[in-house]
């Protein structure tokens, strides 16, 4: 089984700062790991994901995340964020293979405000 | 947007009524999935579809049960809603050669 947390519910920031949100995941099996962003009434769209080869992954919006698997993390950043960043985030875990059967686990979301 | 649309959007129902919620897909994927979102907990997997006519639990199916009988549509049964179903439920899928889950728009439901 995995399962994700997300160590900061809430994270304000001030437009054009660099802003990190953090993810620790835990898994018997190796993982598929994944970053998703919610803006207000809409589902969930892919921000970047990671499934094998480099540890930094780039994604869009200017994201990127890195895999570490020492520490079971995956945390997301971004070098100067904008106020349109302003959304839900959520880190998710999947299990490769069939030995981690078909589910996608989440965390339970960080909410990131960008101020002017 | 892979094709998945939720219906209904928005719906307001009493305590103790069924509540079927429904999940259509265009594009024949094998996998589907049925979410809710809960401020504070993310988004907990209530049951899942690898096929028709084959689901599985997730980790928050008490009180809710799931039918596919053709590929394309992935229907959520409250059978007797309570107020502590009130959420927002989201259905997704899952490319069969792809890692990712795409969702659709989301159906918000309150029980009175």
């Known amino acids: 089984a995995q399962s994700v947390t997300q160590l900061d519910s809430q994270v304000p920031v001030f437009e054009e700062a660099p802003v990190e949100l953090r993810c620790n995941y835990s898994?018997?099996?190796?993982?598929?790991l994944f970053w998703y962003v919610q803006y207000p009434n809409q589902g969930l769209q892919l921000l970047l994901k990671y499934l094998s080869g480099s540890t930094l992954v780039k994604g869009i919006n200017g994201f990127e995340a890195e895999f570490n698997k020492s520490q079971t993390s995956f945390h997301l950043r971004k070098p100067s964020v904008h106020i349109s960043d302003t959304a839900e985030y959520f880190c998710?875990?999947?299990?490769?293979?069939?030995?981690?059967?078909?589910?996608?686990?989440f965390g339970a979301g960080t909410r990131l405000f960008v101020k002017a | 947007d892979a094709g998945i649309t939720q219906s209904p959007r928005h719906k307001v129902t009493e305590t103790g009524t069924p509540v079927t919620l429904r999940c259509h897909q265009t594009?024949?994927?094998?996998?589907m999935y049925w979410y809710r979102q809960d401020p504070g907990h993310g988004l907990r997997l209530i049951h899942y579809s690898y096929g028709v006519k084959d689901t599985d639990k997730g980790e928050v199916s008490d009180g809710y049960s799931v039918s596919r009988s053709k590929t394309e549509d992935f229907l959520l049964t409250l059978e007797s809603a309570t107020s502590s179903q009130t959420s927002v439920y989201f259905c997704?899928?899952?490319?069969?050669?792809?890692?990712?889950?795409?969702f659709g728009q989301g159906t918000r439901l309150t029980v009175v």
């Open positions: 997704a899928i899952k490319v069969t050669d792809g890692a990712e889950a795409f």
């Open positions: 998710a875990v999947k299990g490769t293979g069939n030995t981690g059967g078909f589910k996608t686990i």
């Open positions: 594009e024949n994927h094998r996998y």
């Open positions: 898994s018997s099996v190796s993982v598929y």
